[in-house]
């Protein structure tokens, strides 16, 4: 589960009962995310690679899980379905730096951005190991800049799953009209 400072964080970006409102779930893996939107009223587009996962989602109308490689083109992410804009976007446990700055272009005014994933120094408490997929220190703020506001940032040895591991979250909220 995602670990935050603060558990009114959580609730107030992502649990409380947002009617019609759009989140998108990137690198959603079995969902967790996804299905606790659903049922707080949430239409999740859920995106990841795995085709396995596909079937986990056929029972919910308000989510729309989309087999995707992101890795294989970033211009997905410009296109349709996901061109749309957002009041949520949760990248749970997941870097591909490509995409890293396309991501937050697709709030609404007023979205929020929930990033949390595994960084620098993880390597030495468990996987993922490769440099590739642990942010350096202090990267998810490269992501701050006049269209954003910073709700939330946070790194350091955390305990995320049970296990304890180096992680980094950034919360921001989209100020771009
Ligand atoms: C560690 S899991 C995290 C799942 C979920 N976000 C969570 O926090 O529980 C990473 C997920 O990223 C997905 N993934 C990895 N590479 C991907 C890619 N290139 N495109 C889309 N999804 C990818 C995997 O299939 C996996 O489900």
């Given amino acids: 589960m995602l670990e935050l400072k603060s558990k009114n964080q959580f609730s107030k970006h992502f649990l409380n009962k947002k009617l019609n409102k759009k989140a998108l779930d990137l690198a959603c893996g079995n969902g967790k995310y996804s299905f606790q939107l659903a049922k707080n009223g949430w239409y999740v587009e859920s995106v990841d690679k795995n085709k396995e996962l596909q ?8 989510i729309n899980f989309n087999l995707i ?10 296109k349709k379905p996901f061109n749309q804009k957002y009041d ?12 890293l700055e396309i991501i937050p272009t697709l709030l609404k005014f007023k979205g929020i951005l929930i990033y949390q994933t595994f960084m620098k120094g993880n390597e030495k408490l468990g996987p993922p190991r490769n440099v590739d997929y642990l942010l350096k220190k202090n990267e998810l703020k490269s992501l701050i800049n006049e269209n954003y506001k910073l709700i939330m940032f946070d790194q350091g040895k955390r305990k995320l799953d049970s ?15």
């Fill in 55 to 62: 079937n986990i989602f056929l029972n919910y109308k308000n």
């Fill in 163 to 177: 296990k304890v591991c180096m992680i980094q979250t950034l919360i921001i909220s989209s100020i771009k009209k």
């Fill in 69 to 78: 490689d992101l890795e294989k083109d970033k211009s997905y992410l410009i």
């Fill in 88 to 99: 949520l976007i949760i990248v749970s446990k997941y870097l591909y730096r490509p995409i």
